[in-house]
């Protein structure tokens, strides 16, 4: 046998997908996070192409911005201004794509292409192996094994880890805390006695809060979401697939100013409103605070703005209100099979960006009145299942307090029927209609 066909052959590669996934990021650089999880330098058969990938990806870790311009200045100062085609070549490359829609599909070619070419070193390696007379046959197949499974192991997240490798790595955390005297080993939520139920709402972790429509949902993850952002400047993703991000922004200034939200729906602010409003703006103003309102939001853009947010903006939480919004692509499957991939769909999305995914959900109706359970949660049990903690609100409706100070208050129960790792227990908050948030009612655990 010989290998002489195959030394001839040029090995797979596709010049134009290159060009044309470079141009898009050059074109848009936003479109850079969409592929950011596929594609790497090595992808690129052209040195020249690599080089310029390398130098964008050098910008986009410095969080600078990337153009014509700051890409050429990177590879002028590395010295590789002239193997990546110099200036002019880097600047036609823009003119190869009229837009930056499809470069998911232009980046996946390049990384399929270089697959092929790992494949075909790999399978030429074990073809010379196979032909040498020196070792055992049983030695070169678990050597050809090896050689497969470490090809295949870039396009996997994740893999099987030795307990001794996860236990230095325990171990190392366990130390970084005590260091640290963090109070709670999670993102706090603002409310002492959640808090230490739950030690702050832990990486990884797909929670749901469920509640009859009007209890406060949406309230209780935007005091959440304030607390985290505006008060700890913890960066946060908000996806409201109900209302629009005015409204979304009308209640937090309304919460933070501690101005009733129909006063400043109607504008019958008084002179010394404004003071309190000017503060509270100022406050959201500076809150690493994203919010995304798309109507009919698909779970596939909910994935990749989610993606996007993590990697170039570093939130560490994301809330999603709610779930049942969420619009499935498989639009002909029953609804409950479709809320039961979306559940599915956000659990594996905390697993894979390490931060905790809070979801919004309703109850069905025959909990009116009642104290709410895990059977409670419409439309799918799955939720119940994928989720590592599900939190129910629960009020009895009129249950509220004339108190002036608190402007029609409602003590509420804050159920914490599951979490996969610590204990359950019912948390009291009360509901401030005036102003439309939650505050603690006490650190004590029912």
């Known amino acids: 046998m010989s290998d002489e066909p195959l030394r001839d052959r040029v090995p797979p590669h596709n010049t134009e997908a290159e060009v044309a996934t470079l141009g898009a990021i050059l074109l848009d650089p936003e479109s ?80 399929e292409t270089n697959v092929r070419r790992r494949l075909l070193q790999v399978a030429q390696q074990i073809v010379a192996d196979a032909f040498s007379e020196t070792g055992e046959s049983r030695e070169m197949v678990e050597e050809a094994e090896r050689k497969i499974f470490d090809l295949s192991e870039g396009d996997q997240t994740g893999g099987y880890k030795q307990a001794k490798d996860i236990v230095k790595q325990t171990v190392e955390a366990i130390e970084r805390l005590y260091r640290t005297k963090e109070e709670y080993t999670g993102i706090p939520s603002g409310f002492p006695a959640l808090d230490k139920l739950l030690s702050g709402f832990q990486d990884s972790e797909f929670i749901v809060i469920g509640a009859r429509p009007s209890v406060g949902k949406t309230a209780l993850a935007l005091t959440m979401a304030a607390n985290m952002s505006i008060h700890r400047k913890i960066p946060v993703g908000f996806f409201t697939l109900e209302m629009s991000d005015m409204a979304i922004m009308q209640r937090l200034i309304a919460s933070e100013a501690r ?9 019958m602010l008084r002179p010394a409103d404004f003071k309190n409003l000017t503060d509270a703006a100022g406050l959201i103003y500076d809150a690493p605070l994203w919010i995304s309102d798309t109507p009919g939001m ?47 769909s956000l659990k594996a999305l905390a697993r894979e960006l390490t931060i905790p995914i809070v979801a919004l959900s309703q109850l069905t109706r025959d909990v009116e009145g009642k104290r709410p359970n895990l059977a409670s949660i419409r439309e799918s049990g799955s939720i119940e299942q ?9 009020r009895n409706r009129g249950e509220t307090s004339q108190d002036p100070d608190h402007g029609n208050s409602g003590e509420t129960d804050l159920i914490v029927a599951k979490q996969r790792n610590g204990p359950v227990g019912t948390v009291p908050i009360t509901f401030v209609h005036k102003y439309t948030r939650f505050e603690s009612r006490g650190d004590d655990i029912i």
Do not use: C
């Open 259 to 267: 101005i009733g939200s129909q006063t400043i729906r109607t504008g």
């Open 298 to 344: 698909r779970l596939l853009d909910l994935r990749a703005q989610a993606r996007r947010m993590r990697s170039q903006l570093g939130v560490r939480i994301i809330f999603v209100d709610y779930i049942s919004l969420i619009n499935n692509e498989h639009a002909d499957l029953p609804r409950h099979e479709q809320i039961a991939e979306i559940s599915r």
């Open 32 to 111: 850079l996070g969409r592929v950011l999880t596929l594609l790497r330098a090595d992808d690129f058969y052209r040195v020249s192409h690599a080089r310029i990938y390398d130098a964008i990806m050098v910008l986009w870790e410095k969080n600078e911005a990337i153009d014509l311009i700051t890409v050429t200045e990177t590879l002028k100062s590395a010295g590789d201004l002239e193997i990546a085609g110099g200036a002019a070549y880097i600047s036609s490359l823009t003119s190869s794509v009229p837009t930056s829609a499809n470069v998911e599909y232009y980046a996946k070619i390049v990384h």
């Open 386 to 394: 994928d989720a590592d903690v599900v939190m129910f609100l629960h």
